[in-house]
């Protein structure tokens, strides 16, 4: 099989569908930085300390991860590629991160990412996670987009947030509080009082 193809000699790319855009579009950059994060997923599973249940879970995503990208190469909503992403794979990052939330001990300011070399990776992937969102948002400027993928994208930086710090518990490592930060984390908070 040949690899390479010759068709973005010229700065351009075909989406799903066939449609041809310059490689530097929004829609290119917002499923390009997705398949950047599911790299650095991927170092993380590769990681020999990376427990086993761990890299299970976070292969699963990477699936998540392609159906994400495969929506956002999707020009516009396409009735002959309907889109892969779905509400109830956000319910699912959510209740995964609810459970996550329970096992370190509970912080009410900023922490600087790092700790084991699992956590600081974690963390890094919730970074390039952000800017994935970011550039996601940027394309629903331009064109209408699956909303469920951005949902997903924005729970997905929580999602490593939190098992980050399950990592560091874990491995009997500390968080490191950022020693100027004051209270940003409101445990009261209720779903009532999360604006939609």
């Not at 530097?24 to 599911?38: M, P, R, W």
């Not at 990376?50 to 516009?76: V, W």
Request: one cysteine or more; proline letters at 4%.
């Amino acid at each position: 099989m040949q690899i390479y193809t010759r068709t973005g000699d010229y700065g351009t790319t075909r989406i799903i569908g066939g449609k041809s855009v310059h490689k530097d579009s929004q829609q290119v950059e917002a499923y390009g930085t997705v398949d950047e994060l599911n790299s650095i997923i991927g170092m993380i599973v590769a990681l020999e300390e990376t427990p086993s249940d761990m890299k299970e879970e976070l292969m699963r995503i990477q699936h998540y991860l392609f159906d994400c990208g495969n929506d956002l190469a999707t020009p516009e909503k396409h009735d002959k590629y309907p889109y892969r992403t779905n509400a109830d794979l956000v319910t699912w990052l959510e209740s995964r991160i609810d459970e996550y939330a329970t096992i370190p001990p509970t912080v009410e300011s900023f922490i600087l990412p790092g700790g084991t070399q699992l956590a600081a990776q974690l963390h890094f992937a919730r970074t390039v996670t952000r800017r994935a969102e970011r550039r996601i948002v940027s394309l629903q400027q331009e064109q209408t987009i699956n909303q469920h993928v951005l949902k997903f994208i924005n729970r997905l930086s929580d999602y490593l947030f939190a098992l980050a710090r399950v990592a560091n518990s874990q491995a009997g490592v500390e968080d490191v509080l950022y020693e100027r930060s004051g209270r940003v984390f409101h445990t009261e908070l209720t779903k009532k009082d999360i604006p939609k």
